[in-house]
């Protein structure tokens, strides 16, 4: 789902940075780590959080940068 004006809906948007923020929060706590995954990376992954299933992952890399613009979660280094 990727519009041809690059742009997502933002009650869209805003299920999707929710969904993703969970799911890097269960990821981390489920690899026993400080740092949270972004939500982006763990699409595919044989760990996929399930509340990511319901998203492309156009959405949740839209996702993963609000989240990041936020603050909840750190730019890469």
């Avoid at 299933?53 to 890469?76: C, K, N, V």
């Amino acid at each position: 789902m990727n519009p041809s004006n690059d742009s997502l809906a933002f009650d869209r948007l805003i299920d999707a940075a929710d969904a993703g923020f969970r799911a890097s929060k269960e990821a981390a706590r489920d690899r026993k780590t400080r740092n949270l995954p972004w939500p982006c990376d763990l699409m595919g992954a044989d760990d996929q959080p399930e509340g990511l299933a319901e998203f492309s992952l156009w959405e949740m890399e839209q996702a993963t940068a609000f989240l990041i613009r936020l603050g909840f979660i750190p730019p890469r280094r």
